[in-house]
């Protein structure tokens, strides 16, 4: 990159200048680089109502979840022209377009509801304008076009869900909010890149910085380009969504169910979706000073969750039931929702606010070194603006555990619904892993969370005894955790003394773990075993190899 920059001859040596310019760039944080100068006055800047003045040209074209998304589903985008020519057409995703023409009645066209224009602030209005398909086939992929009749954008794909639960994957961001047209757009192509199959994008607020600012809007767009025409969207609103009220922008682009607890300040910010086997609870957590909207949405969720078809639930809302960031503190959240999402066995949290990232679950839920049976709390950053990570007091304070935590990285998080578990990994805007772990669930409701395997982590689990004294042929029970479903694990007694492992292994049995990953045994300890010899419980398995804390077996 430096290797490009052209310099002046006058201002000292080639190599004392690339220094200087380095030097710079480092000063301002990595973040906003120092412009260089080439020779010439520094152009001017290109205005803003230039770069994102709508046309007739659809653009902002963005699918939003129906409450049928196997049968139905939303696109919204933006143009110029009269609301009577706003329309879309789809067909079934043909093999080919363009000068194959689709079969006769092949193409439906469903005419737009167009939007009272929004927002002057850079000299124009813009109009948005939604088509809601309906009477789609479930688990089936979709071609579509949204224009005017003439001018008319590219046709896009979506698959409609599938009506029961079917492996798929979701993507969820923290704060975009700043940077948004020069640190965010990797973000959110990174994480396309790699579920380029992903259904759903949740964003956990604080989508832009200014909630009325046309530009910062134009921007969102621009950062995720198509894929929001082919990914549906399922956004709460943070703080920065609302300036004396909720952004005018919010409801014309995003056109949720209006399903939620039914006060009109919370119409399409607090909203529901079941997907494809996944209760999807979007709160709205900024009108935490209303009691009476706090409240009527904890009414709400906890009759979402009480009465739920859905194997797994996900809720999302802007500030975080336990902060990661400095003094925050989100009282009215945690004492309203939070017993309900433990109460109820909600799996996943997702939040943002403050800007860092933090994992973790209530401390009564850990079972081992590595595995708990909790709710899974998360809050991420996707955009550039960075608070230094607190030392987890809002957590520990507050009954918790931080299990995972990072500061000053952009992250995006990858989630992987099963039939069986959730797979969740945070990832860096590089595409480096950071965190991630894996929700089993059977079919009494009986969950453990455990931390994914990596090359990175290889932390320890351990054996539990339930005694460290046995009697000779007496009964021991062992637990661990940690396992794959079924994982197979052979079960011997070591003498204590390091120096003897090997030479006095005495074979047990062999087990399998249970469809969570856990083990629990209780056997009877082999009669060659010495009086008044101490020894460990060996567990050996394809994933994990570990002992127990001493048993020493009694004299008599
Ligand atoms: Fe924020
Ligand atoms: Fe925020």
Do not use: C
């Not at 904890?298 to 009480?306: C, D, F, Q, R, S």
């Not at 070591?494 to 120096?499: E, G, I, L, S, T």
């Amino acid at each position: 990159m430096m290797g490009k920059v052209k310099l002046p001859r006058s201002a000292g040596s080639r190599r004392t200048r690339l220094a200087a310019v380095g030097a710079g760039a480092l000063i301002a944080g990595g973040l906003a680089f120092s412009p260089v100068a080439f020779g010439a006055a520094a152009p001017p800047k290109y205005p803003a109502a230039d770069i994102h003045k709508p046309s007739p040209m659809p653009d902002r074209v963005i699918l939003t979840p129906t409450t049928t998304p196997s049968t139905g589903q939303k696109v919204t985008w933006r143009a110029v022209t009269d609301a009577e020519s706003a329309q879309a057409e789809i067909l079934e995703a043909p093999r080919a377009l363009g000068g194959v023409a689709p079969p006769a009645g092949a193409v439906t066209n469903v005419k737009a509801i167009s939007t009272t224009p929004v927002n002057t602030t850079l000299g124009y209005a813009s109009v948005y304008h939604t088509v809601e398909f309906t009477g789609l086939k479930p688990n089936t992929r979709y071609s579509y076009r949204v224009g005017d009749g003439t001018n008319w954008a590219e046709w896009s794909d979506f698959t409609t869900a599938a009506a029961d639960l079917q492996p798929f994957s979701f993507i969820y961001y923290g704060d975009a909010q700043n940077y948004i047209d020069s640190a965010v757009p990797r973000v959110f192509r990174q994480a396309f890149a790699e579920r380029p199959q992903a259904k759903m994008i949740v964003n956990a607020g604080d989508l832009i910085d200014s909630a009325n600012s046309e530009e910062q809007w134009g921007q969102w767009y621009k950062a995720a380009g198509f894929i929001d025409s082919q990914v549906n969207n399922l956004s709460i609103p943070g703080n920065h969504e609302y300036s004396g009220g909720l952004s005018t922008f919010w409801r014309p682009q995003f056109p949720y169910p209006d399903n939620g607890p039914g006060n009109p300040e919370l119409k399409q910010t607090a909203y529901t979706v079941d997907y494809q086997g996944v209760r999807f609870v979007g709160l709205d957590s900024n009108v935490q000073s209303n009691a009476a909207l706090m409240a009527a949405q904890a009414t709400w969720l906890e009759g979402l969750l009480k009465d739920n078809p859905n194997k797994w639930t996900v809720v999302t809302f802007h500030h975080p039931v336990y902060s990661t960031t400095g003094t925050r503190n989100n009282p009215a959240v945690r004492d309203q929702w939070g017993p309900l999402f433990e109460k109820y066995g909600v799996d996943l949290v997702l939040q943002g606010h403050d800007h860092s990232y933090g994992r973790g679950n209530v401390a009564t839920a850990r079972k081992s070194v590595t595995v708990n049976n909790g709710v899974a709390y998360v809050v991420s950053v996707s955009g550039g603006k960075m608070y230094a990570l607190n030392n987890g007091e809002n957590w520990t304070g507050n009954g918790a555990e931080v299990v995972s935590k990072s500061q000053n990285t952009q992250l995006y998080q990858l989630i992987d619904i099963e039939a069986d578990k959730i797979t969740f990994e945070a990832r860096y805007a590089n595409g480096e892993h950071h965190d991630g772990f894996v929700v089993r669930k059977n079919g009494k409701g009986e969950r453990t969370v455990n931390e994914l395997r990596t090359a990175e982590n290889t932390v320890g689990e351990q054996v539990t005894v339930d005694k460290t004294t046995v009697d000779h042929r007496g009964e021991l029970t062992v637990s661990a955790y940690g396992y794959d479903p079924a994982e197979r694990v052979s079960v011997s007694l070591r003498k204590a003394d390091a120096n003897a492992r090997g030479k006095d292994s005495v074979s047990v049995d062999v087990r399998d773990a249970d469809e969570l990953g856990r083990l629990t045994y209780t056997f009877r300890v082999p009669s060659n075993l010495k009086k008044g010899e101490t020894y460990v419980v060996h567990l050996d398995s394809a994933n994990q190899k570990i002992t127990s804390p001493a048993v020493t077996v009694n004299e008599k």
